[in-house]
């Protein structure tokens, strides 16, 4: 083994980390100097140096100093050894303001890029009635829950669940999870349980028992046929698709959870609004049996 794959392999992990800030920083900030690292991590001068030396050795010809703004800014060829460049993962850290979790950064944002999100409420519950859901996840152990449905045969009830998965769907958290009283798996609202006991019975129903969480199908979409032609040529190159459909895989259980933050019209003859609904579902009859109540 050569010595600078051996290197490369004895990078410690919290090396590893600040190299990919540097990597990070470089290719979407233009340029990364010795402050933009010790301010991320909280080291001081020459430990920032360090860091910006070894990520010279080990990715040589990536980084070239340049003397009039006292950093390094990204070498010709260019190319991604300690991070993973894609917006998909690089947008979510920079708006979250993250070098790595729990950083020394307070307010200032240490990429430099100014981000904004949506003000929308947070439908969390708190502190304490989450930690009992999450150990129980964790722990694969039953939880005792007070639920307030929005159907009034099961507001307030009380029920035991076998939860194993926290999802996110951009308006709001809920948690997956087998239901004994209604013996499927289901989605609980997070904002909606009012308490939560996390049991020390071992739970039975996992994630592989759910046949709409293991389960995935192709979502088939398309540019609603009622723009104009220029604009469904700007959606297709928007969601970049190679063809006339946007195609996209997703878990059965939450297919509904897409259409709704595409904004897709599902009617069967796509009559509803273009301008508010800009897609719409080639494959309903396919989708619609796992996502009815994203049909009314």
Same mark, same amino acid.
């Given at each position: 083994?050569?010595?600078?794959e051996?290197?490369?392999?004895?990078?410690?992990?919290?090396?590893?980390?600040?190299?990919?800030?540097?990597?990070?920083?470089?290719?979407?900030?233009?340029?990364?100097?010795?402050?933009?690292?010790?301010?991320?991590?909280?080291?001081?001068?020459?430990?920032?140096?360090?860091?910006?030396?070894?990520?010279?050795?080990?990715a040589?010809?990536?980084?070239?100093?340049?003397?009039?703004?006292?950093?390094?800014?990204?070498?010709a060829?260019?190319?991604?050894?300690?991070?993973?460049?894609?917006?998909?993962?690089?947008?979510?850290?920079?708006?979250?303001?993250?070098?790595?979790?729990?950083?020394?950064?307070?307010?200032?944002?240490?990429?430099?890029?100014?981000?904004?999100?949506?003000?929308?409420?947070?439908?969390?519950? *708190?502190?304490?009635?989450?930690?009992?859901?999450?150990?129980?996840?964790?722990?694969?152990?039953?939880?005792?829950? *007070?639920?307030?449905?929005?159907?009034?045969?099961?507001?307030?009830?009380?029920?035991?669940?076998?939860?194993?998965?926290?999802?996110?769907?951009?308006?709001?958290?809920?948690?997956?999870?087998?239901?004994?009283?209604?013996?499927?798996?289901?989605?609980?609202?997070?904002?909606?349980?009012?308490?939560?006991?996390?049991?020390?019975?071992?739970?039975?129903?996992?994630?592989?028992?759910?046949?709409d969480?293991?389960?995935?199908?192709?979502?088939?979409?398309?540019p609603?046929?009622?723009?104009?032609?220029?604009?469904?040529?700007?959606?297709?190159?928007?969601?970049?698709?190679?063809?006339?459909?946007?195609?996209?895989?997703?878990?059965?259980?939450?297919?509904?959870y897409?259409?709704?933050?595409?904004?897709?019209?599902?009617?069967?003859?796509h009559?509803?609004?273009?301008?508010?609904?800009?897609?719409?579902?080639?494959?309903?009859?396919?989708?619609?049996?796992?996502?009815?109540?994203?049909?009314?």
């Amino acid at each position: 083994m050569i010595a600078k794959e051996k290197m490369h392999l004895d990078v410690k992990w919290a090396t590893r980390q600040r190299l990919q800030y540097i990597e990070i920083m470089a290719w979407y900030a233009g340029i990364v100097t010795r402050s933009d690292v010790a301010r991320a991590f909280g080291l001081s001068d020459p430990a920032a140096t360090k860091d910006l030396k070894l990520y010279g050795d080990l990715a040589p010809g990536n980084l070239v100093y340049q003397h009039s703004v006292f950093g390094f800014v990204p070498g010709a060829d260019f190319g991604a050894v300690f991070a993973d460049l894609a917006p998909a993962v690089v947008l979510p850290v920079i708006a979250a303001n993250l070098a790595v979790a729990n950083g020394p950064y307070g307010n200032e944002p240490v990429y430099g890029l100014a981000t904004a999100a949506l003000p929308l409420p947070a439908r969390l519950p *708190g502190a304490q009635t989450l930690a009992q859901i999450t150990r129980a996840i964790h722990g694969r152990r039953k939880l005792r829950v *007070g639920y307030r449905s929005l159907s009034s045969r099961e507001s307030g009830a009380e029920r035991v669940l076998e939860p194993h998965t926290l999802v996110n769907t951009g308006l709001r958290w809920h948690v997956r999870a087998y239901s004994e009283d209604t013996c499927d798996f289901r989605d609980f609202v997070l904002s909606r349980v009012m308490a939560a006991r996390c049991l020390d019975t071992p739970a039975e129903s996992g994630e592989q028992y759910d046949d709409d969480w293991v389960e995935t199908v192709s979502l088939k979409l398309a540019p609603h046929r009622g723009l104009d032609a220029p604009r469904r040529e700007s959606l297709l190159l928007d969601y970049g698709a190679s063809g006339e459909t946007i195609e996209v895989r997703v878990r059965r259980a939450l297919l509904g959870y897409v259409l709704q933050r595409l904004g897709v019209d599902t009617t069967p003859e796509h009559t509803l609004n273009p301008n508010a609904y800009q897609l719409m579902l080639l494959n309903r009859d396919e989708i619609e049996p796992f996502a009815a109540w994203a049909f009314g």
